[in-house]
């Protein structure tokens, strides 16, 4: 479903989930009984309406006006705008017009998760996930890339540290998609 808007993304090199990855989130939706989900990274709208068609209603934050035009015109042409916000904002500062999620995924700039995670961990419902995107960068290697990409590997690496660490919940890293990760709340 959506493979015009794949092709989209592939004629204009817009990064979108893969399809594994996204087989993988369907399953999560499917066995945790998912309803609310709260996406950060929109880009076209790709992943938001996919997971919509799994019966979720979907909050996502975009701060690219380009993107957010599109992705509000591809959830109008699909017809899931009731299901669907987009919220035109940088997710990286904080907006509280929000409700409680069951699955919160993160899938904007790599640089900054652990940011994303510590800002909306507030907004998770007592037993839902926080699953990450893009943990495992094309599996590039820092001795073959250029310093910016060498430091991104860095921060990729010490928020997977920050996130095998934390003391509230409990990680399980999967080589699926780009690297995808699910953080469920610790019984204490
Ligand atoms: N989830 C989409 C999908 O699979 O169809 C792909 C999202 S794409 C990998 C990442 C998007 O996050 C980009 O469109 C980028 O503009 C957006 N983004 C990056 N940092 C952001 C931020 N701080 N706030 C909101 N959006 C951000």
Redesign the pocket.
Known sequence: MFNELKQY?KDHH????YDDGLLFLKQLITSHNVKDVL??????????LQMASFGCHVDT????PN?VEIAKENIKNYGYENQIKVIE????HPYHDLGMYDLI?I???KA?YQK?FEIYQAYLKPNGMIVC??LSFHHLKKEDVNRHTKQLLGKIERFKQFLVQHEDFITEFDDIGDGMSVSKRRNR
Request: proline share 3%; no cysteine; aromatic share 12%.
């Open positions: 993304a817009i990064p979108i989930i996406e950060i990274g929109t880009a076209i709208g790709y992943s938001a934050f975009e701060r690219d993107l904002h940088d997710a990286l995924f899938d904007a700039a900054q994303f995107d893009n």
